[in-house]
């Protein structure tokens, strides 16, 4: 388990000793804030420093989502005692992907907490969720208590249907095992298939679904967790692999080496008998000339070594899911 507790500056007490103004290093010196701290806060985001010894609090463009979730987490917990911030905000403070365009009432755009007397109204930019989090489901960061990785992908899958379910448990049980003290310092696209770590995070996920046998969602979620991947590197793999599992389509290898004249490839979805290869096209894979030309010889590679390589895009998986099973079920059963 990653530890998400750290003795940094909070940044909501920065936005509210600084605003946007600039300000020198002494004046945070003697409002008490350490050169740790400061130091600290820049590598974070938290502080841009303009010039030597001249720092201000950042505008939202140049935030990252995390720090936005982060600071809007903090600020809301501040009004309402108790509780915990969850949801999509909680992965967006943890790195956790999820299939943003389908996420209710663009709840994405809302800072979620869930609190025991809680309501399922929105109001001041914040949605709030009336549930009970155990002390063994909350992580801190920057002191503000977050749902954990595991819970946090579990309400997520909760709320929606198995396919777009995958993209956040594959993604957080993906996180927690590059980060597991037995796997750090291995390539990540090796770290996850250690089936022994796999198991262990899964269990872990559904002892917290039996504590929730009556909660609206639980069986979706279960489902996610039993077929979740860590080797998906995208929401649209996950996308993707829940597609298949839906048609009954044989399942592939995924995230598989495959050695050619040019070197190791890794391979999205890989069915080894048919000597087929799944690849899943996202809008940002190819971002200029060069990678769209190295992509090319990646396949003219990949085809060389006796395999046949196809594709699709997000709208194949996501949208018409029926594209995807087409060309899934034509080129299996060549």
């Known amino acids: 388990m990653p530890t998400f507790d750290r003795p940094e500056i909070n940044s909501a007490e920065l936005s509210r000793t600084f605003s946007q103004r600039h300000f020198s290093t002494a004046q945070a010196y003697e409002l008490g804030f350490t050169k740790h701290e400061l130091t600290a806060a820049i590598t974070r985001g938290l502080l841009v420093r303009d010039r030597r010894g001249q720092l201000r609090v950042p505008d939202d463009a140049e935030i990252d989502r995390a720090t936005r979730a982060l600071r809007a987490g903090q600020q809301a917990v501040l009004a309402m005692p108790g509780a915990v911030v969850s949801h999509e905000t909680a992965a967006d403070i943890l790195g956790i992907s999820y299939l943003r365009s389908y996420t ?52 997520l899958a909760r709320g929606t249907s198995f396919r777009e379910s995958l993209a956040a448990m594959d993604s957080a049980i993906r996180m927690l095992m590059i980060n597991h003290p037995a796997l750090i310092g291995l390539d990540p696209r090796i770290a996850v298939h250690n089936n022994e770590v796999v198991n262990e995070i899964k269990e872990r996920m559904l002892e917290i679904t039996y504590r929730m046998r009556r909660w609206p969602g639980v069986r979706t979620a279960r489902h996610a967790i039993k077929h979740a991947n860590p ?9 993707s692999r829940g597609t298949m599992i839906d048609a009954r389509v044989p399942g592939p290898l995924v995230g598989q080496p495959i050695d050619t004249e040019l070197g190791r490839f890794w391979a999205d979805f ?59 079920h034509h080129s299996l059963d060549r």
Not at 231 to 239: C, F, G, I, K
């Open 104 to 155: 209710r009432r663009n709840d994405h755009e809302l800072t979620t907490l869930t609190t025991p007397d809680g309501s399922h109204q929105g109001r001041d930019g914040w949605r709030t969720v009336s549930a009970d989090v155990p002390a063994d489901q909350i992580v801190f960061c920057d002191g503000t208590p977050i749902t954990s990785p595991e819970r946090t992908a579990i309400d």
């Open 231 to 239: 080797a998906s590197e995208s929401p649209l793999e996950s996308v």
């Open 270 to 328: 890989l069915w080894r008998e048919e000597r087929l290869i799944g690849e899943a096209d996202g809008a940002l894979k190819y971002l200029s000339r060069a990678d769209a030309v190295q992509e090319k010889r990646r396949q003219n590679a990949l085809e060389h070594a006796g395999f046949t390589v196809i594709r699709w895009m997000w709208d194949d998986a996501v949208t018409h899911p029926e594209r995807l099973t087409t060309l899934l």
